[in-house]
């Protein structure tokens, strides 16, 4: 077919001609308010951005791929060893060794107690070949003493290895709330790691400025980026403290941020930690180098009930942080809330990875976010408030000081509770959980069950601080579920709603949907029907549904003709508590008087009214 040329010359849009045809749509209501979302950190998110002229853009110490990384976490080495050995069989190239009792590990985490035990842990893998990050918590540098250990027991030139040793003493105390001995202590301790291992040609990265403690406890985007940064800050003046050149300690730290299901908001996260050490190495005297940036899959964003979809929720998280500019990246199993990770949840935590590397190769665009408007007007607002934050932590005497104050925790405390809230009332659905929940899914397999490990004992501590919390945004609706899951194991049967649903399938519908997903995100199994026109066969449905709960459900027009007649029925037959979809309007109390107790409709406190209704639907 030959090439068809278009003479025609359009002209280009402007954005007033846009904004006029919004306003013909949105008929009177607010730009701003109707289109125009807001983050936790007050950053507005438009819906349409003109190209950034003369953006610069992010570069990554290497160019190209980025690592995929997985989590070796089982508790005995040598199943760990041969499930890692899989993984890097099926396409990993790096792997992140958790160990137990660190934060990471969940109640996990291989045991090495020994430089055996790690040699078991690690037969079988090249280190030479792979790049290896580990995550010890409050035990790295008992951890990274023994990895050396083994390196150099296998004959390795430590020069020639990828390692991260991530010590994170700052992210120890802010997760586990202690430190055993001062700060200046500690610092006497990183100088003398760093001096040790440069004496023996270590090449790595000895210390970590890591995002996850923060992230976890709720923080917002620019909360974690000015924790993540002050961490950063600290180490490089303990270290300078110590005598070591500025130039060296910075080489000798990595960073890690967490990665969710928030695309444009992780993309600008991570984008805008480079521009911001960049400016630390600036005001340091020195000339910006890229860092090394490790991403892993947020733990806040993963659930348990539904978990098939922490899949569609990883693979924005890892998209995010590719296209981001992470260098590698370690993926959190789907079934990682359930216990720990299997076979096939390991490869479908690499594969999502491979698929975008192999398959959509997003690696082959170095900042392809740079000049996009919406992109790099986050980037740019995430700067300026996390620049912002950092500085209220200098004021506050550094990071550590702002934990022993309790300062930062308050903020982030502050944080969670908006963010909570937009949960309860349906602003920020889950879906799986409390939108679209599937009160008959099939459980999955994991290997061991999830654990809750009780927290160290509390040894001596010269430093100490209240701890941040390590919470799932889902946590709330999963125990209205475990309640539902009691009574199902208690009684044969789950805690029942019947959807009185009024006139016909057309009518109805839409508010009987809204209260099926309603209900059910509480583990109260939603009673559906064909709808009623008839109190006598409403009468006769009701009491054959043994429900202790009803719902009403129709449309405004309906409501106004048949809803009080539907109340009193519903009463008479022996419903003691009668809910009804939609907003009571102007009719509310004339509502109330004929039976109606509560109201359900987008925007109320979903968790606080099915928990209240589990307590009547259980009694």
């Not at 919004?22 to 438009?46: C, E, M, N, P």
């Not at 300690?249 to 600008?268: G, P, Y």
């Not at 490869?347 to 992109?375: K, M, S």
Request: charged share 25%; glycine share 8%; with cysteine.
């Amino acid at each position: 077919m030959d090439d068809v040329s278009f003479a025609a010359d359009f002209p280009e849009a402007t954005r007033e001609q846009w904004l006029a045809r919004v306003a013909g749509v949105l008929k009177g209501a607010d730009f701003a308010k109707t289109l125009v979302a807001r983050s936790q950190d007050g950053l507005a998110i438009g819906p349409l951005y003109p190209k950034a002229e003369g953006a610069a853009g992010i570069a990554r110490a290497q160019a190209g791929r980025w690592l995929v990384a997985q989590r070796m976490d089982h508790p005995d080495p040598d199943a760990a060893r041969d499930l890692a050995l899989r993984d890097l069989d099926g396409g990993a190239d790096a792997l992140t060794l958790v160990t137990r009792r660190a934060p990471a590990a969940r109640g996990f985490g291989v045991t090495v107690a020994t430089v055996e035990d790690l040699d078991r842990a690690l037969a079988g893998v090249m280190l030479d070949l792979i790049h290896l990050r580990l995550d010890a918590g409050g035990q790295g540098r008992v951890m990274a003493e023994r990895l050396i250990a083994l390196a150099e027991r296998r004959g390795h030139t430590l020069a020639e290895l990828s390692l991260d040793l991530g010590l994170d003493p700052i992210g120890a105390l802010a997760s586990q709330g202690s430190l055993a001995v001062a700060w200046n202590e500690v610092s006497a301790r990183m100088g003398a790691v760093l001096a040790d291992l440069s004496a023996k040609g270590f090449a790595g990265r000895v210390f970590l400025a890591d995002g996850r403690a923060y992230h976890e406890a709720g923080a917002s985007e620019a909360q974690e980026l000015a924790a993540v940064l002050a961490t950063g800050v600290s180490y490089l003046r303990a270290l300078a403290a110590q005598g070591h050149a500025l130039e060296a300690a910075r080489h000798s730290l990595s960073f890690l941020l967490v990665a969710d299901a928030d695309e444009f908001l992780t993309v600008a996260k991570f984008r805008a930690l480079r521009r911001l050490w960049a400016r630390i190495e600036q005001a340091c005297g020195l000339e910006p180098r890229p860092l090394r940036l490790h991403a892993e899959t947020a733990w806040r964003m993963t659930t348990r009930r539904d978990p098939w979809v922490n899949l569609l929720r990883a693979t924005v998280a890892t998209f995010a942080a590719g296209i981001g500019g992470a260098d590698a990246i370690t993926v959190v199993p789907f079934t990682a809330a359930l216990g720990l990770p299997d076979g096939l949840a390991r490869r479908l935590a690499r594969n999502t990875q491979l698929i975008l590397l192999e398959e959509a190769q997003l690696w082959r665009v170095a900042d392809p976010a740079a000049g996009a408007g919406g992109f790099e007007a986050l980037t740019e607002g995430l700067c300026e408030t996390a620049w912002g934050l950092f500085q209220a932590l200098e004021r506050e005497g550094g990071l550590v000081e702002s934990l022993r104050q309790g300062a930062l925790q308050g903020r982030i405390a502050a944080v969670r509770t908006r963010r909570d809230k937009a949960v309860a009332t349906g602003q920020e659905p889950i879906t799986g959980t409390s939108a679209f929940p599937n009160l008959a899914e099939a459980p999955v397999t994991v290997l061991l069950p999830a654990v809750r490990e009780a927290p160290p004992e509390p040894g001596p501590a010269a430093v100490a601080v209240t701890p941040l919390p390590s919470l799932r945004t889902a946590e709330g609706f999963e125990r209205l579920r475990d309640r539902s899951d009691a009574h199902l194991a208690r009684t044969g049967a789950r805690p029942r709603v019947f959807l009185a649903n009024l006139g016909p399938v057309s009518a109805f519908t839409a508010r009987a949907t809204f209260a099926k997903n309603f209900f059910e995100a509480g583990g109260i199994e939603a009673l559906m029907n064909d709808g009623f026109s008839d109190p006598a066969k409403l009468r006769q449905a009701y009491i054959e549904s043994k429900a202790k709960l009803s719902c009403i459900c129709s449309s405004d027009d309906i409501y106004v003709a048949h809803a009080e007649e539907a109340s009193k029925t519903l009463r008479d037959a022996g419903s003691s508590v009668i809910y009804m979809a939609g907003r009571a309007g102007e009719r509310e109390e004339q509502l109330i008087r004929a039976g109606i107790t509560t109201f359900i409709y987008t925007g109320c406190d979903t968790l606080e009214l099915l928990s209240e209704a589990l307590e009547k639907a259980c009694a």
